[in-house]
């Protein structure tokens, strides 16, 4: 069963703290995304990445970094925490193929104070 | 990159009704055209896709058509229940994927 697994479903920081959100895939996918959703906005596309190493930015990047050290792991830092970062971020992964299903994560809902 | 706009971004049917929803996109190199459900508290599921070399695609009572000249595609559901109320998602895919800005079906009894 496929399965993409965010670390936190629910995580509540203070502002100006450093803040990890994992992603972890069990599928072996070159392609790994992170989103934020908001109402009214849908899910825009922070970053995402083809493989180890490797990132690109997406529509709202600022802010924001992320790591790929493994295949298997994505994770999101938010450097300094800002209360307008409070929302749900939602992790995604597929393989390289292009014409194929992306698989969501649970989402973390993230609340800064 | 890639933009992706969804209408309408609510949409209230009777229960058996058909419920429609569009969007366009503006990269011509997109070639895949995902659609999710996320029902309340739950995750983004596929529930049909369609690919740049087909005009049409159903599947029981949804389906999705393509107009790549006019560079929009839309969803259709025939024949709505109550378990279809939940927010969709349209996509375009190249190399990334972005996704509209949702809209939030609710079928009403």
Known sequence: ?113 | GENVEQHPSTLSVQEGDSAVIKCTYSDSASNYFPWYKQELGKRPQLIIDIRSNVGEKKDQRIAVTLNKTAKHFSLHITETQPEDSAVYFCAARFNDMRFGAGTRLTVKP
């Open chain 1, 1 to 113: 069963d496929v399965k993409v697994t965010q670390s936190s479903r629910y995580l509540v920081k203070r502002t100006g703290e450093k803040v990890f959100l994992e992603c972890v895939q069990d599928m072996d996918h070159e392609n790994m995304f992170w989103y934020r959703q908001d109402p009214g906005l849908g899910l825009r596309l922070i970053y995402f990445s083809y493989d180890v190493k490797m990132k690109e930015k997406g529509d709202i990047p600022e802010g924001y970094s992320v790591s790929r050290e493994k295949k298997e792991r994505f994770s999101l830092i938010l450097e300094s925490a800002s209360t307008n970062q409070t929302s749900m971020y939602l992790c995604a992964s597929k393989d390289s193929v292009s014409n194929t299903e992306a698989f969501f994560g649970q989402g973390t809902r993230l609340t800064v104070v």
